[in-house]
Structures are given as structure tokens and as C-alpha cells.
């Protein structure tokens, strides 16, 4: 007896090969010979593909092929061909390097046709929306596929570039130090995975919006907002009292207000809103930053201080506007459901905002010089270059926190590792093993090294 092989898979599969079979109704073997002949060769990897360890830079550097405009779409199935593929050799290669890839909708419909295709009597993939007669082997389509996902981070990255060697021009030394440090720190930054170290996990080409003019979504607001609760966290008269709270908190504010008549506030089970909102009225939290998000495209800043002495709720807007009645009526009555007393409406001094993107940096900087100023002056808004220098600073603090959460996650694996090797080595080896450490701090120190660590190494693929 022997196990099945590819092979016997391939020789079973031929059977359905052109009976006009439907692919989706085929038995496993069929589907695991058509997955065979659809995976790479590694080498094409290896050669086609940047490395995931590479840097920013790198991969902007890196060759890669582009994903072709072509309109009207293509149709589908007139990618395949009911010819062999040719040999793969150096045309080959050179092809994969230098055509285009179908647009990504075209792709999408192209792979999920592939399986039928080939049971139908297909043999092999042309770049069809190029012209090009050559013919190259089912795998193809992964390729593309894997290309696909890169060209968003490298396109994202090479704007960025762009922008930074912009800068790194212009007459200011304060903005070319500013995109000196940014670039910089791109050396150090992988580009493939995760961003690490914050609640939000997007792909690490998200942080290529700090160095451009594009309007920051709230993926960027939740980075700096978080950032600047860490910087809070580290001033001991603050302690806890004092927060800034994610960019939902202002949003569950507004649900909450306009469903007020159908849903009860404060719910009998308890939530996010509803506990902040008691750590308010019990002196657990005496100071509330936050964000709020108006007209589809704007960000303004908000300071609620009830402190026992005061109750104020400070609104800063970089348009210089008032809160709007929705959101001063909404915010007052999530207050009134916590806590008794009127509060006391104030402007939180906020920079003014000149142009059509930079309100996500404005309102920031605002909430953040409320709580710290001495750290964080506010921004000249009427020079542009001080906007564009605030902005890659924040960028660079997530940058800089990503990487050291990353280094950090590394760091524990190899502790964990390591120690796990001296386990199995004391167990093998008892009496060498224990001139290295007392006996009776033996299993103490396998424990107290492995444990408090499983939670950092359970987000290791993720980062990495």
C-alpha cells in the first residue's frame, strides 16, 4: 500500500479532462491535481518576487510588473489557450518581468473561471490584454495574483518617495531635515505585514499616507491618537484620569443620541460608551479627549474636563466653525445621562486649517497641545511647511513604534526559544544542566520566561 501521490492525482484527473464535467461537482483528486498544477515553481518566487524582509526603499527599487489600464475589460476566457504552454526558459522570465498583469477585476473572474477552463480542455494562460501569443502553464494566474497584492504597497511607497524627494528640495532646512528623518527611518521599515503595536492591524503601507497630502483616514487618527495617550500615560500627575479615547467613542455618542427614543441609555448590559460614561460621573475619569468626524470629510477635536471643580466641554474646529446642534445636542445628553450639572461650553484653541487635507493633523495637534503643551506646540497653519513637518513627525512616532514593537516581538521569540532549548536540555541532561542554574529555580525560571510571553508570540505571524 502507498499513499496517493500528484501523480496519481494528475492520472485520475485526466478522466474528467473535456467530458464537459462541471468543476465544482469534481471529486477532491480532480481539485487537488488542478491546485498542483496551479501552484509556482518556488524559483519564480525567488527570482519575481521582492523578499518580505526587504525595506521600503528596497521595494520601491524593486522591479515589478504594472497592472495594465486597459478598457473596455477584457473577457475572461479569452485568456486561455487549448495549446501546451511553451518551455519555460528566458523568454519566459523575461516576460513575467516586463508585461502587465489584467486589471484585478479581470483577474478575479480569470481565476475563479480557471478550475472549469482547464477541466474543459484548456492548456495554458495568455497575457491576452497585452497581444502577446505567448503561452505560460496554469500558474501563471498565481503569479499574477501575488503581484497583485505587492503592486497597493508599492505604489503606495513610491508616491511617498516622490513626495519626500520633493521636500528633501525644497529651500527649508527644517522640512528637508524633517523628510531626512522620515526617509530614514524607511530603511529600517519592512514592508510586508502588519502594522504592529496598536488596535488597528492594516497593512504596513497604510503609514505611506504621512508622507503625502492625502486626507487621513481614520486608520492614521486612531495611530496618533494613541500615540499621544501613550505620551499621557507616561506623566505621573495624570495618571489615568486623564484619556484620549478611540474615534468610535464620538460615533457611538451620535448612535446613541439618534436612537435615544428606541433603544434605552444608559442598556442594562454594559458597553464601552456607557462605562466611560460612568467612570466620568465617579470620578474614575476627569478628562476625556477626543475626535469627532462631520460632513463626510472633516475632523475636528473635542475636550470634556469633569473634574470636580469645573465641567467643561471645550470644540475645536480647523474651519473655525461651532459644533453643529447635532453634535452639541448629542454630546450634552450622553453627559446629562451620567452625570448632574450643566457644562459649560469653550473653544479648544485649534490650528486653521488653509487647505482641503489637512484638518486630520490640525485636530490633533489641537486635542494634543490641550493636554500637553509644552510638547506639542500648535502648528502654524498658515505655512504649509509646518503642517507637512507636523505631519511626517506623527508619522515617524508610529513608524518608530511599530518597528520597536517588532524588534520587541523578535527579542521574546528568541528568549522563548532559547529557554525552551535549555528545558529540553536539562531534561536530557539533569546534572550538567544544573551547574547553570540552582536547582530549586529551575522550573521557576522556565515558567516566569514562557508564560507572560505567549501573548506577544501569538501576534508574531501577524507582524511578521
Known sequence: MFDSSSTDNNFLALSYIGTGKNYRDAPDYVHVAFDTLSAPPSIIYTLHLPNARLSVPALVAYSLPTETPVQPLPDPFSYFSKEEPHAINGTTTSLLRSLPIPPQIVLDKIIRQSGQAWLDGF????????????????????????????LPAKQAWTLADRYLAI????????????????????????????ICGFSD??????????????????IHETFMLEELQRQISAIPEFGTKQVVVNIWISHKIR???????????????????????????????SRLGLLWFIKGNHWCSMDI???????????????????????REGTIWWLSKHIEGLFEWGVLPCPSQQDGFSCGILAQNGLAHGFIPAKYPLINAS????????????????IRHHIQMVRDIILYYIIYFTHFLWIFSYLLYPSAMSLRYPPHHQHLLAVSFILPRMTLLHHWPVCL
Open 123 to 150: 492548456k495554458s494562460i495568455i497575457y491576452f490584454h497585452t497581444g502577446h501569443n505567448h503561452r505560460f502553464p496554469f500558474w501563471v494566474l498565481r503569479y499574477w495574483k501575488q503581484i497583485a497584492g505587492i
Open 167 to 194: 521636500l528633501q528640495k525644497k529651500s527649508s532646512e527644517h522640512i528637508r531635515r524633517a523628510a531626512d528623518d522620515f526617509r530614514a527611518l524607511l530603511h529600517a521599515l519592512p514592508w510586508d505585514g502588519k
Open 201 to 218: 492591524e492594516d497593512p504596513v503601507h497604510r503609514l505611506a499616507a504621512f508622507a503625502s497630502q492625502d486626507w487621513l483616514a481614520d
Open 255 to 285: 448612535i446613541a443620541y439618534e436612537q435615544r427614543d428606541n433603544n434605552e441609555y444608559p442598556p442594562p448590559h454594559r458597553t464601552e460608551l456607557s462605562e466611560l460614561g460612568a467612570d466620568l460621573a465617579s470620578g474614575a475619569k
Open 305 to 327: 474636563i469633569a473634574d470636580g471643580a469645573r465641567q467643561v466641554v471645550l470644540y475645536g474646529d480647523p474651519e473655525g466653525d461651532e459644533a453643529p446642534d447635532w453634535l
Open 383 to 398: 505655512s504649509g511647511q509646518d503642517v507637512a513637518i507636523a505631519r511626517l513627525q506623527a508619522g515617524a512616532n508610529v
